[in-house]
């Protein structure tokens, strides 16, 4: 258990837990940030927090065995000095629901205390029945969880009802809440890093050669309507930002901490729009000002790669930025019109020379599936992704995603949406998974496996490696090796499931 708390600990009222997941889309052991966010606001309420990642106990590919779940969870509460008064878990995802059952039954045996989840499925129409009945949890937070939770620790410190908490959902109402969203970010505290352990590692495409990375979010919501993504219901539709001196202010707290690298996963930190070159000299000045001088990865939009100009992405390279990565998904655009992608083709080949032009490497993510394909479009997408000037790609089966457009058009008839994420056929990871009648799940599974080996060539490797630093050739190597193989042959274990009815 040396990764479930960095630190001794005297006295716990709040037990923040980050439930495992089966860890197959690449994403790596990435930092519970929005429960270090939480801790750090909660801690302005003078609670004790300890926050412990069951995600970087089950390092798998495979959907974590409950009754293994239910064990280190149990160890847990036989390690805290005193029972805690509060309990939350979260991220909720779709992929994480068992395992998060698991922990809720645990909780209960173990403590009295309330236990709260929030996470990007909470906001999602439905939920209100899976907290309720399947999860068995005493509330939910829709939205923003740093607001809503310190009201909660403050209600239950001075022994009032938790009715009336902003984005919070209570068994004993059947009204969905509103969820909530922080009007100023900059009120948020820089969030509790040091409850976090040094162990985490990115994904390999993710790796930038140093020793100690976290993530970070500067910002939140996305204004875009892609089919496939729930990243609109999670975090809303308006995008909220960090001011300079505040990225300034969690940049600096990132070197005290020694941070070399970090990624940034803002969905929608810069867009394309008339002010993006002033929001990067922003951003890239709020650098300079906090003294960090480590290295970074950024998500961008190809469009928004597109409408910057050179001396942004000049500026991009000197402040630190590494690499770039880009969601680019399929290789035909009719395929990405039916997506809502709002994208072309030639658009990421464009946006993918213009990154590696810059002395950045590049990197994109693509989805194997979908509405009226057929396995020659599976093939036609890895194709697609192998001409690009790309160091590193990565590929995923569609999944399906509740309160989506995208479940809706397969879904259309379906209230019951827990019911499909527990189908071990449907969802054999958690996450229900796009399969047709001429496109089997073993189809796509044997696509992902080619489409790892083709892309991660020698001839690629050694071309990543000749235009990188030195010191970033061994982690590039290390990368590929783990990307081609292990990456590859994790998704060819999808079982045969029945075809879902559209």
């Not at 923003?144 to 068994?171: K, Y």
């Not at 509740?402 to 499909?420: A, D, I, K, R, V």
């Not at 696509?447 to 982690?475: C, G, I, K, N, T």
Request: charged share 20%; with cysteine.
């Amino acid at each position: 258990m040396e990764n479930l708390s960095c630190r001794a600990v005297r006295e716990v009222d709040v037990l923040l837990i980050n439930p495992p997941y089966a860890q197959r889309y690449g994403s790596g052991i990435v930092p519970p940030m929005g429960l270090a966010y939480i801790a750090a606001w909660l801690r302005q309420n003078k609670a004790h927090v300890m926050i412990t990642d069951l995600a970087a106990e089950f390092q798998t590919h495979d959907l974590p065995n409950t009754a293994d779940v239910a064990n280190v969870t149990e160890k847990v509460f036989q390690s805290l000095p005193n029972p805690p008064c509060l309990v939350g878990i979260g991220p909720i995802v779709t992929a994480n629901l068992r395992p998060a059952h698991a922990i809720v039954e645990i909780c209960r045996q173990a403590c009295s205390a309330p236990i709260f989840v929030g996470g990007p499925l909470c906001p999602v129409p439905g939920f209100h029945a899976v907290a309720t009945k399947y999860l068995n949890v005493d509330g939910y937070v829709c939205g923003d969880g740093e607001r809503p939770m310190g009201a909660i620790w403050q209600r239950f410190a001075a022994r009032e009802t938790f009715i009336g908490v902003d984005g919070l959902g209570l068994p004993s109402s059947t009204d969905h809440p509103v969820a909530f969203r922080e009007p100023n970010l900059d009120v948020l505290p820089i969030p509790a890093r040091d409850l976090l352990g040094d162990h985490y590692q990115m994904s390999a495409r993710r790796t930038v050669g140093l020793t100690k990375a976290t993530s970070a979010f500067l910002s939140r919501g996305c204004p875009y309507s892609c089919s496939f993504c729930s990243a609109p219901i999670s975090s809303g539709r308006r995008i909220r930002r960090f001011s300079r001196e505040r990225i300034a202010r969690e940049i600096e707290s990132c070197g005290s901490l020694g941070y070399e690298s970090i990624v940034f996963y803002d969905d929608c930190l810069f867009v394309a729009s008339r002010d993006l070159d002033r929001k990067v000299e922003d951003f890239t000045s709020a650098i300079a000002v906090s003294g960090w001088r480590g290295s970074y990865q950024l998500e961008l939009r190809c469009d928004a790669v597109l409408a910057m100009s050179e001396i942004s992405l000049s500026r991009l390279r000197e402040s630190g930025c590494r690499q770039i990565n880009m969601g680019i998904e399929k290789g035909h655009k009719a395929q990405l019109d039916l997506m809502r992608k709002r994208l072309t083709p030639e658009t990421a080949a464009a946006a993918c020379s213009r990154v590696r032009s810059a002395g950045i490497r590049a990197a994109g993510t693509f989805i194997l599936g979908g509405i009226d394909e057929v396995p020659d479009d599976l093939h036609s997408t890895v194709e697609f992704a192998c001409e690009l000037d790309l160091d590193f790609a990565q590929f995923n089966p569609l999944a399906v995603y509740p309160g989506t457009l995208l479940f809706q058009q397969l879904y259309p008839e379906t209230e019951n949406w827990l019911s499909l994420c527990l189908d071990s056929a449907l969802a054999p990871f958690g996450d229900i998974l796009w399969r047709s009648a001429d496109v089997p799940i073993e189809e796509i599974a044997r696509a992902l496996h080619f489409a790892y080996e083709s892309f991660y060539s020698d001839s690629r490797l050694e071309r990543a490696v000749e235009r990188s630093p030195l010191d970033e050739h061994q982690m590039i190597r290390e990368s590929y090796w783990r990307l081609r193989n292990s990456r590859a042959l994790s998704w060819t274990g999808l079982a045969t499931a029945e075809v879902p009815t559209c």
